[in-house]
């Protein structure tokens, strides 16, 4: 007998303190973000894609088109050319592409890159209709970034 | 304008009162849904319905034509009277409620001197639908479903009768306006809270919401009884679901809240509507909130409750109040 009245009791608290929580929780701010209408801010931390620094001294790329990137990626998903420039002992970049559907962000290029001129980018709003759209022109990303 | 003079005045009167009762029945529904999602997501720390209209006010309406839109699915070896009864078995004894409850001093469709009677076998019909409809789906889970909503609506129906004894007692009348018009001086809610908790317990039981939604338990049944309904089968069940949380409401209100009576306004016989109102949806807004506070009680936790916990204090409860009102 005495087991049915605190019973009742106990349980009849526990609904009373469940309506607090919940009742509190409707009067508190929403936590989820309308996606396409709000974005959040990335972490720093994010490993997007590779991308090319610019450099802010010299107003352009740090790459010296040595293909280290392109001989350690472990899928081969780099793809680096230099080229000779009149008037400069060194080649030049002329071509730096990746094919990111390959791409495991895995980091080594970054890594082993002898003059740190590659970081991750902080792209997430990756959704295309074909294969192609992901073959990345890192170098026309840093020129657009350069104008 | 020959014919309509002709009328009985009593025709013409209850011809407009069903028209607007039927009206607001869709409209209740559509706020309802609304209400529903939006205080579902604010519970969860979500907004809840955002793409139609302002605030997603819109999504009740586009649902519902989507649901008039859709094709009426009968499976196979389904008993096709009974499929086809259920909904409409469901959703027309909700409306006939209406017509007695008395929305303010003057604005009730027709005052029956066995009102309150009325209402209760009104609803209990809604019941029948769910087994008519469980049984005929050819369907385990709906059958299942079916047999739920009758044990749980004979279970729960006592405790609500009797807490609605009480405040016969105490009135000596089963009309609703004259139940109301004791209430001018003192709500029953404070005269009778005993029976007030039992009578909202039970009411949430007998419209088969959450936690008690057993015979429509979505992670045990799939959807219970209206898994095989599509289109606009399963949105008479909803109308229905809803206009039944309304009434159990408006019975409430009736019953213990004093009805129509609030702070005086101009107008009162009819603007006592307000207060009616105010006070049904402050008590579905309860509801709601029940439904996303609580999690869905076992078979045997709901029938041990109604047994062992609501008849036995409905009863004593009932003993003192004759008491009392034979002192």
Redesign the interface.
């Known amino acids: 007998m005495k087991r049915?009245f605190s019973d009742?009791f106990v349980g009849g608290k526990s609904?009373v303190d469940?309506?607090v929580?919940?009742?509190k929780?409707?009067?508190?701010?929403?936590?989820?973000v309308?996606y396409p209408r709000e974005e959040i801010d990335i972490t720093p931390n994010f490993r997007g894609h590779i991308d090319l620094i610019l450099d802010p001294e010299k107003n352009t790329f740090r790459c010296i088109a040595c293909g280290m990137c392109e001989r350690s990626c472990p899928s081969e998903c780099i793809q680096v050319k230099g080229k000779k420039v009149e008037g400069k002992k060194k080649k030049t970049l002329a071509l730096f592409k990746l094919d990111f559907t390959k791409c495991s962000l895995c980091g080594t290029c970054v890594e082993i890159c002898p003059t740190q001129a590659l970081e991750f980018s902080n792209e997430y709003n990756l959704a295309a209709f074909s294969k192609e759209a992901f073959h990345y022109d890192i170098l026309k990303r840093l020129e657009e970034r350069i104008i | 304008m020959e014919i309509i003079s002709t009328l009985p005045p009593e025709l013409i009167r209850m011809v407009f009162a069903a028209i607007i009762i039927i009206s607001f029945i869709f409209l209740n529904a559509i706020m309802m849904g609304y209400l529903e999602r939006k205080i579902a997501g604010h519970v969860q720390r979500r907004p809840g319905p955002m793409e139609v209209g302002f605030h997603g006010i819109l999504q009740l309406v586009v649902d519902g034509v989507k649901l008039v839109a859709k094709e009426l699915l009968i499976p196979i070896n389904v008993d096709r009277t009974f499929f086809r009864l259920a909904p409409i078995l469901s959703f027309t004894p909700v409306i006939l409620p209406l017509l007695v409850i008395p929305f303010s001093e003057k604005l009730q469709a027709r005052d029956l001197n066995l009102g309150l009677l009325f209402i209760v076998s009104m609803t209990s019909i809604n019941v029948m639908a769910l087994l008519v409809g469980g049984w005929g789906s050819n369907n385990k889970y709906s059958m299942f479903g079916a047999m739920r909503a009758v044990a749980q609506s004979i279970a729960y129906e006592i405790p609500i009768l009797l807490s609605m004894l009480a405040i016969i007692l105490m009135t000596n009348t089963f009309s609703l306006k004259e139940i109301v018009g004791a209430q001018q001086k003192i709500w029953f809610v404070l005269l009778q809270p005993i029976a007030f908790i039992i009578y909202i317990i039970s009411g949430v039981a007998e419209t088969n919401r959450a936690p008690f939604d057993l015979p429509e338990a979505e992670s045990e049944l799939t959807a219970g009884f209206h898994t095989e309904y599509s289109g606009m089968g399963f949105s008479l069940f909803f109308l229905g679901e809803y206009t039944n949380m309304f009434t159990v409401a408006s019975v409430a209100t009736v019953l213990f809240l004093g009805g129509w009576h609030g702070p005086t306004l101009p107008y009162g016989e009819y603007l006592g509507i307000v207060w009616f109102f105010l006070k049904v949806y402050f008590l579905l807004f309860f509801m709601i909130m029940i439904r996303w506070t609580y999690p869905r009680v076992r078979f045997d936790q709901l029938l041990n409750f109604a047994w062992k916990y609501l008849v036995p204090f409905s009863l004593a409860n009932i003993l003192i109040t004759a008491v009392v009102v034979k002192l």
């Open positions: 049915y009742l609904l469940g309506l929580v919940t009742t929780a409707l009067f508190q701010p929403i936590v989820t309308q």
